[in-house]
């Protein structure tokens, strides 16, 4: 006797723009996060992140955190690791939706689990460093992120399709 199936999480019947995108971030400005924002025309799901955090001699413990954040710049999913980076060292960051638990610390990299939650338009996600301090810097971004369009695919969309 068929029943009914939960449909699987955050999968709704959306047409993908394209295969998944490569993205080379821009570094930005010493002290700063690196934020990307989502376009209106489509739904973004973030498959992984690449970034490094060279940290200057100041004394403080940082965190680098993937955050997926609304329209009001609002928070509502987080992405890290429980370890800190200190003063003057100098780590990569991989957040990985193939990624099962945190590891840390692997060829100097965090692996880091990633939520593969869509992202509607108008919102946008951070690279977060806690307790940034002014001779920090974010580089190395990289990420590879699905697109979906937002409504009905373009119209000559059925004559590019393989049968």
């Given at each position: 006797m068929p029943g009914l199936y939960a449909p699987l999480l955050d999968s709704p019947p959306l047409v993908r723009y394209g295969l998944p995108e490569y993205v080379q971030g821009t570094s930005p400005a010493v002290a700063s996060h690196f934020v990307q924002a989502v376009e209106g025309r489509y739904h973004v799901r973030l498959v992984s992140l690449f970034c490094?955090?060279?940290?200057?001699?100041?004394a403080a413990n940082r965190e680098v955190v993937l955050e997926y954040r609304d329209a009001e710049a609002n928070r509502?999913?987080?992405h890290g690791s429980?370890?800190?980076q200190t003063a003057s060292q100098t780590r990569d960051y991989a957040f990985n939706t193939f990624?099962?638990?945190v590891t840390t610390v692997v060829d100097t990299s965090h692996l880091i689990p990633l939520s593969p939650l869509l992202l509607p338009?108008?919102?946008?996600?951070?690279?977060?460093?806690?307790?940034?301090?002014?001779?920090d810097q974010l580089s190395r971004i990289r990420f590879?992120?699905?697109r979906f369009y937002t409504s009905e695919a373009p119209a000559d969309f059925a004559a590019w399709q393989q049968p």
């Open positions: 490094r955090l060279v940290a200057d001699v100041t509502y999913a987080l429980a370890v800190a990624q099962p638990v338009p108008t919102f946008d996600f951070r690279v977060f460093v806690v307790n940034v301090a002014a001779g590879v992120w699905e």
